[in-house]
């Protein structure tokens, strides 16, 4: 396929995969080509960047109990059919307001429970696009989409590629959109994911393996002042220096290699009882593989990413949803948002974000933390 950017012909592969090099070749043209974008753009960019750099963009205590398969409660739970449970399906079809001969794109496919609800409820005039960063969720989902009632375009891509696959498909503007973020939990549970601390793995936490940076170059290379930053800015992590010191005296002696390695590092740096930890079920580990989890697939550049573009790829009347597992995500659909609509892009839809019901939580203690959020294209 030939992608004209900047006047300049762009020749993708036909595969449906783009490559990195694909896309920073159509980025770079495209930015010469067309110089900065829409001063709105910028300015709701600018906001949102602000949100995520600046204190706000912190989590708050409470948020790790309930956080999504990290909470070691969850881990208890057996792995749903497909590998995860979708959240809130119901709502999101319902908020998205797909209908027949729409075209809706899915951010965020993973096992394709929602992808599967809406390519229903488009019917065969329907599209749905897909995009997904694993690979191995997307190939999952592709053969589950088979049988889908509508075309299926699917994309092994990261949602701030969004201007690049919509770009492949020859369709700028759709009928909704929705990211259901995070991760799945079959890659919280997969050991091989590097993600969970429960079981042995190795240092990755890539969704994207085409990622350069893992966990274990962080963990390794990092240096104490930077490690301690990260945890402390990432997730809130309040025994950030000791955490680091620690870190960086057992590398000296040996590369930290496994999960369940920097789980225990990570315990015995952490003051077992006294402020903090009395009384709570959280293992002392968990904010730290979030923030190292969050660093290595840039969680908080992505979303500010497609929050920047999302908006401009809607019609008229055309609604994107998000579905989020913490305040920091919330906190940043719900300022991104709000400045969409002061100047006049969006209209929010859910003043107060909508919950899963108790059956739903219920039923699936993992969706307990979700928060769904609406908006449409004025
Ligand atoms: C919560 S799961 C989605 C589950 C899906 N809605 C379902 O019903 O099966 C989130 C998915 O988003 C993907 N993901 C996370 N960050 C992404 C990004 N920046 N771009 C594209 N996909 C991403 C993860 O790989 C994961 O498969």
């Given amino acids: 396929m030939a992608v004209n ?23 770079r043209a495209t930015r ?53 449970e979708s959240v809130m399906l119901a709502e999101t079809i319902e908020a998205l307001a797909v209908r027949p001969g729409a075209v809706v794109v899915d951010c965020t496919v993973g096992r394709g429970g929602h992808s599967v609800a809406v390519a229903a409820a488009l019917g065969p005039e329907g599209k749905l696009i897909g995009l997904d960063a694993d690979p191995r969720n997307i190939e999952y989902a592709r053969t589950r989409l088979q049988t889908a009632g509508c075309p299926v375009h699917l994309f092994n891509a990261n ?3 969004l201007d690049l696959v919509l770009r492949e498909v020859g369709i700028p503007q759709v009928d909704a959109l929705l990211a259901d973020l995070g991760l799945s939990t079959n890659q919280f549970l997969t050991p091989d994911y590097g993600m969970s601390f429960s079981e042995q793995g190795p240092l990755d936490m890539r969704i994207d393996p085409r990622t350069r940076l893992t966990a274990s170059q ?11 930053d990260l945890l402390y800015h990432l997730s809130d992590e309040r025994f950030s220096r000791r955490i680091a010191r620690k870190i960086v005296e057992a590398r000296k002696v040996s590369p930290i290699k496994s999960t369940s390695d920097l789980a225990e590092l990570v315990r015995s740096a952490v ?6 930890r009395a009384g709570t ?50 906190r940043a659909v719900k300022q991104a948002f709000r400045f969409a609509e002061q100047t006049g892009l969006l209209k929010v ?16 203690p993992r969706a307990r933390s979700a928060k769904l959020r609406v908006a449409e294209k004025t």
Avoid: W
């Fill in 159 to 161: 949602f701030s590629e």
């Fill in 218 to 228: 962080i963990v390794n290379r990092f240096g104490e002042r930077e490690l301690a």
């Fill in 281 to 330: 079920r959280i293992d002392p580990a968990t904010r730290t593989f979030m923030a190292l989890r969050m660093k290595v697939n840039e969680e908080v550049e992505n979303l500010s990413r497609l929050l920047e573009v999302a908006p401009g790829h809607l019609k008229p009347g055309g609604r994107m949803a998000v579905i989020s597992f913490h305040s920091v995500e919330d």
């Fill in 349 to 364: 839809v859910t003043k107060k974000p909508l919950s899963p019901s108790d059956l739903e939580t219920a039923r699936n």
């Fill in 32 to 84: 010469r080509g067309a110089g900065l974008k829409l001063q709105l753009a910028r300015r709701v960019q600018s906001g949102i960047s602000n949100i995520l750099r600046t204190n706000e963009y912190r989590t708050l205590p409470g948020d790790f109990q309930e956080k999504n398969g990290h909470n070691p409660e969850f881990m208890d739970e057996p792995e749903p059919e497909h590998g995860h």
């Fill in 271 to 276: 003051p077992s009882t006294g402020a903090g």
């Fill in 5 to 27: 950017a900047s006047k300049q012909q762009i020749q993708v592969p036909h595969d449906r995969s783009l490559t990195r090099a694909d896309c920073g070749n159509i980025g």
